[in-house]
């Protein structure tokens, strides 16, 4: 009877520490007292740049929507700029109309800004419609634009029928224009054929509440970064001041074998970039999680490299004093995989996430940054 009488205490013990762990770890993050405050203050806004478990924004929107169910509604967030094949918004629908979407996963050569995607209008009266997947509020939206010449721009036209034009500053350049508070759908006509749109900010007028944007591209490393124009993603990114910028990659690091000491490099030059653009911000590097090369055996064969690659962004984070969320831990640890397939949380690719799955660690995330405040 004792010994039940242990092992029961022993089991509801474990499953309280299951139930209570936490999996974030602040190696001295300068700007940890910044992300607080926005909590206390109710004022969050979460910038997420990743792979393809971005991409899909299951994962982002489960962070979303606890955030917001704790701090309140802070806006839809980014928006990549129209429909791309493959890429799914959890808030956000399009419509088009001689559009062409361009993406730097496929197309090395184009001028891109933070995100890595523009759309680029076939003709003069080209449209992209901008749609809501639900009721939503008015939205503060800012457009990210490259408006080649003064009559090349583009007029913005709201669902009550109001018209503002996305007139940029300078020329040639990219800039982000606040088109003030308007209701979705929203519709973007060009007046020309050689400006093209980055992407769009939608927060909430009062500035409260919790944000979460994704922005993720499949199949992308970070090293997709290199592709975008340097000085225009840092100078997005110093024009959205996000509360914590978040950085989600690894897998397909590790599936094309990069040492760790190549990814080791470039996450710390990001790191130092993204600093540089917006010194208060908090930074958040996401270690890839637990994935598999072959399915077969009881734990699978992971990437040669996935080790390495983890232990790479931990270092990371070590070293430049940043936060890190330890996925694969979020998991159960190496060899997780597997039962993660098993009950249905992970898909047969061993690599991506069923939609449970993708909520589950969502949810996690989200209690573990909550736990900060």
């Known amino acids: 009877?004792?010994?039940?009488?242990?092992?029961?205490?022993?089991?509801?013990?474990?499953?309280?520490?299951?139930?209570?762990?936490?999996?974030?770890?602040?190696?001295?993050?300068?700007?940890?007292?910044?992300?607080?405050?926005a909590m206390a203050d109710g004022a969050?806004?979460?910038?997420?740049?990743?792979?393809?478990?971005?991409?899909?924004?299951?994962?982002?929107?489960?962070?979303?929507?606890?955030?917001?169910?704790?701090?309140g509604d802070g806006g839809m967030g980014w928006a990549m700029p129209m429909y791309f094949k493959g890429q799914r918004m959890a808030r956000f629908g399009y419509d088009r109309h001689n559009f062409q979407p361009i993406s730097s996963?496929?197309?090395?050569?184009?001028?891109?800004?933070?995100?890595?995607?523009?759309?680029?209008?076939?003709?003069?009266?080209?449209?992209?419609?901008?749609?809501?997947?639900?009721s939503e509020p008015a939205q503060k939206v800012l457009v990210s634009v490259r408006q080649n010449s003064p009559s090349e721009y583009f007029i913005a036209t709201d669902a009550n029928g109001k018209s503002v034009p996305v007139q940029a500053d300078l020329y040639g350049q990219w800039q982000v224009v606040d088109i003030g508070?308007?209701?979705?759908?929203?519709?973007?006509?060009?007046?020309?054929?050689?400006?093209?749109?980055?992407?769009?900010?939608?927060?909430?007028?009062?500035?409260?509440?919790?944000?979460?944007?994704?922005?993720g591209i499949n199949g992308a490393e970070l090293s997709y970064w290199n592709r975008w124009n340097s000085d225009a993603w840092q100078n997005e990114l110093?024009?959205?001041?996000?509360?914590?910028?978040?950085?989600?990659?690894g897998t397909n690091e590790a599936y094309n074998g990069v040492s760790g000491e190549r990814v080791r490099s470039i996450l710390t030059e990001k790191v130092e970039q993204i600093r540089a653009a917006s010194p208060e911000s908090a930074i958040l590097i996401i270690g890839s999680p637990e994935a598999l090369k072959n399915t077969a055996g009881s734990c699978g064969v992971r990437p040669s490299t996935l080790s390495?690659?983890?232990?790479?962004?931990?270092?990371?984070?070590?070293?430049?004093?940043?936060?890190?969320?330890?996925?694969?831990?979020?998991?159960?640890?190496s060899c997780s995989m597997k039962s993660w397939m098993n009950s249905g949380k992970a898909t047969k690719d061993g690599v991506h996430f069923s939609g449970s799955g993708y909520r589950q660690l969502g949810n996690q995330l989200a209690s573990d940054l909550l736990s900060l405040r």
């Open 1 to 37: 009877m004792f010994f039940e009488r242990v092992m029961l205490g022993s089991a509801v013990l474990a499953a309280s520490m299951a139930a209570n762990a936490n999996y974030l770890t602040n190696y001295g993050d300068a700007n940890i007292n910044n992300l607080k405050a």
């Open 44 to 71: 969050l806004h979460v910038v997420q740049l990743g792979d393809s478990h971005t991409a899909g924004d299951v994962m982002t929107d489960a962070l979303r929507n606890r955030l917001q169910d704790t701090l």
């Open 105 to 134: 996963r496929t197309n090395k050569s184009e001028d891109y800004t933070l995100g890595g995607m523009i759309a680029k209008p076939q003709s003069s009266g080209a449209s992209i419609t901008l749609k809501a997947k639900k």
């Open 181 to 215: 508070d308007v209701e979705l759908p929203l519709t973007l006509r060009s007046q020309g054929s050689s400006s093209v749109l980055g992407g769009y900010w939608a927060f909430n007028p009062n500035n409260k509440g919790a944000t979460v944007s994704a922005l």
């Open 238 to 249: 110093k024009a959205i001041k996000p509360t914590l910028i978040a950085l989600a990659y």
């Open 308 to 333: 390495d690659v983890q232990n790479a962004q931990r270092q990371v984070a070590q070293e430049q004093g940043l936060l890190y969320w330890d996925w694969q831990a979020a998991m159960g640890g």
